[in-house]
């Protein structure tokens, strides 16, 4: 099984690592990569065209960037993110998935045992999952390094929390990307302030790479040179009530308290009904012989 909605990926000075798109190729799940005019060709030699969306300098010129730095250093990757939500209206979608450039894979988490998917099948499932919901506005996959081997085992969802880097957006919401760094902190407090609900899945993970471990992106045009202060602050200073600073893995980082939106309330469809009988989505465990 596929997603049914369409899946982004907004990258940017990584067309020789291309992390998420080998994992989707290798996985068979269409897909769209949005870069810059600037660097279309380069990301053509490897990905087909008809895969390359070029952002439109309109979203650059009208993004938020929630500081007064104008066009001094780059805006971050809200801007191609709103593109992809527009994207993504235009063609009838009613969400959309947008993802990071640096995430190597997905995994099912099964008895706290990390499972390799080779399918676009825990796409689909979460899919499912939140449409049964009438208030649910954003849905997504945990890390990996959060969940799995050694650590404790964890429900298949957490509620009401920041969704980050593999991310399913209900289209018709009232909001956009802001923000020049933090956007995604930002955006997940935008939604749960307004009352909505977010869903993040930990039956199913991703393998998103370590902060500044994959040249290019926000490591290139952020942090390699101002470390991550910058970013936490503009967090802080847009959601003081929510947000502090602390220094965690050696750098500054936020941390975020996300128990005053334990009160959302999730609005079940009142045409869904629960079966009883257990879908996997076509997805088999298999144990590969070394």
């Not at 992809?84 to 706290?112: E, K, T």
């Not at 009438?134 to 969802?157: I, L, T, W």
Request: glycine share 6%; aromatic share 14%.
């Amino acid at each position: 099984m596929n997603p049914k909605h369409p899946i982004y990926i907004v990258s940017k000075g990584r067309w020789d690592s291309r992390l998420t798109s080998k994992a989707l190729e290798a996985m068979g799940v269409p897909y769209y990569i949005i870069v810059e005019q600037n660097e279309y060709e380069k990301y053509a030699e490897f990905i087909s065209k008809k895969k390359i969306l070029v952002l439109p300098q309109l979203f650059l010129d009208k993004y938020e960037t929630l500081d007064n730095l104008g066009e001094t250093k780059s805006k971050g990757p809200g801007a191609a993110r709103n593109f992809c939500w527009q994207h993504s209206i235009q063609i009838g979608a009613r969400w959309h998935w947008v993802l990071d450039d640096n995430i190597n894979g997905f995994v099912r988490l099964n008895r706290n045992q990390r499972i390799k998917v080779q399918t676009g099948s825990m796409f689909a499932a979460a899919e499912d999952f939140v449409d049964r919901y009438e208030n649910v506005a954003q849905a997504g996959f945990e890390y990996r390094f959060f969940a799995g081997g050694g650590r404790r085992e964890k429900a298949p969802f957490r509620l009401n929390t920041r969704v980050y880097s593999c991310i399913l957006i209900r289209n018709d919401i009232p909001f956009r990307w802001r923000g020049r760094y933090n956007e995604d902190t930002i955006l997940s407090l935008d939604i749960l302030k307004q009352g909505w609900a977010t869903i993040l899945f930990q039956a199913f993970l991703q393998n998103k790479a370590a902060t500044q471990t994959v040249k290019g992106g926000n490591s290139k045009d952020f942090y390699d040179y101002e470390g991550t202060l910058p970013k936490s602050k503009m967090l802080v200073d847009t959601y003081p009530e929510y947000a502090r600073l602390v220094t965690r893995y050696g750098r500054c980082h936020h941390h975020v308290d996300y128990q005053p939106f334990q009160a959302n309330k999730f609005v079940r469809k009142a045409e869904i009904k629960i079966k009883k009988e257990v879908n996997n989505y076509g997805m088999v465990l298999r144990q590969c012989r070394r």
